[in-house]
């Protein structure tokens, strides 16, 4: 057990989920030993000057108070009752050492009274390889199913100070409604606002694009703002150094991906084999690239269910090696 989450967890900044994972260990056997020699051994190598009884005895207080704040009485004092099951005389020294180390730790005003510093929110990330697609639940309760290659990032204070998200990759987010918090998904320059909605949002090497399936999003960049309609989507390519603009977008051909489907429609080879490559996390190798188009519709089929049925239609053969996929015209 890292010794920052038990410092969180005394002073009430863990979550449920912390809350249970402290406890259990705490119940384990030889875990009262192992928690006394973390600390011990942190405080011993950089002790504060002596503290008095009575300093001692105020910090002790304002722990006990920290640890119930925010919290319903009840709620507060069976977490700390469970705690001191430890044992009256190692639950107290246990607090009196964090209290002073802590507490040191964050600054001590002359005057005596505590300064609590703030904690800052701890980065969260979620990311998916090659082949890979992740479903998640916010902590508002919004939906968000990520594609393969992407990357979510957000805080440990989402939901509850702010709803912003960093996004590179793609995702589909079903938002769910909040006035007083706005739901902020960052591109790169671009930022999409809404308040209860569901969008697509693509965000790759060749650029930016916001597609609104239902509500209404702010879409923007630097002073521009573009409001979108279901069946809308906003766009920013890097090629361009204008602005973002707005054009109509093929709903299915858009979110398939989330339901496991590709389709291509009219769609050379090479991003043929590109999109192959980040949807099934394969390699391609290839001397000679065909440069017809091909329109076609898989559902959740297996990679050499598809190159069967795209080699009849193009002429070339195939050889699938685990991770590597050699095509021979």
């Given at each position: ?22 406890m ?13 020699n ?9 002790r ?22 925010n ?10 009752q ?9 639950a ?11 507490l ?11 300064i ?22 916010l902590?508002?309760?919004?939906e ?11 805080y ?5 100070d ?16 909040d ?8 591109t790169?320059?671009?930022?999409t606002?809404?308040?209860g ?34 069946g809308?989507?906003?766009?920013e ?11 109509k977008f ?18 050379p ?10 949807w ?11 440069n ?7 559902n959740n089929?297996?990679?050499?269910d ?8 193009l ?7 685990q991770?590597?996929?050699v095509?021979?015209?």
């Amino acid at each position: 057990m890292k010794k920052e989450k038990l410092i969180k967890f005394l002073n009430n900044l863990t979550t449920a989920k912390d809350n249970r994972e402290v406890m259990d260990w705490l119940k384990k056997t030889g875990s009262e030993d192992r928690f006394l020699n973390l600390i011990e051994k942190d405080w011993n190598f950089g002790r504060p000057a002596k503290v008095s009884q009575s300093k001692q005895q105020q910090m002790l207080d304002h722990i006990h108070k920290a640890t119930l704040k925010n919290q319903e009485v009840h709620n507060g004092k069976a977490i700390f009752q469970q705690f001191l099951k430890l044992g009256k005389v190692a639950a107290t020294f246990l607090l009196l050492l964090f209290s002073v180390y802590f507490l040191y730790e964050l600054g001590f005003s002359k005057k005596g009274e505590p300064i609590l510093a703030e904690v800052a929110p701890m980065k969260i990330q979620k990311s998916t390889a090659a082949g890979e697609k992740l479903r998640l639940l916010l902590p508002d309760k919004s939906e968000v199913v990520v594609n393969s290659l992407s990357t979510l990032t957000f805080y440990s204070d989402f939901g509850i100070d702010n709803r912003e998200i960093i996004l590179e990759g793609e995702a589909f987010f079903s938002v769910a409604p909040d006035k007083e918090k706005p739901f902020i998904v960052k591109t790169g320059a671009v930022a999409t606002t809404a308040l209860g909605t569901a969008f697509n949002a693509y965000s790759r090497a060749e650029g930016v694009k916001i597609s609104l399936t239902e509500g209404r999003v702010n879409v923007t960049k630097n002073a521009q703002v573009i409001s979108l309609l279901p069946g809308e989507m906003a766009l920013e390519q890097s090629e361009m150094a204008s602005g973002l603009s707005k054009a109509k977008f093929d709903l299915d051909q858009t979110t398939l991906w989330k339901e496991g489907k590709i389709r291509f429609q009219s769609k050379p080879f090479k991003e043929i084999l590109q999109t192959l490559e980040n949807w099934y996390g394969v390699r391609f190798e290839t001397k000679a690239l065909d440069n017809r188009k091909v329109t076609g519709l898989f559902n959740n089929e297996s990679l050499e269910d598809i190159l069967t049925g795209l080699s009849f239609s193009l002429g070339f053969e195939y050889q699938i090696n685990q991770k590597n996929v050699v095509i021979k015209f």
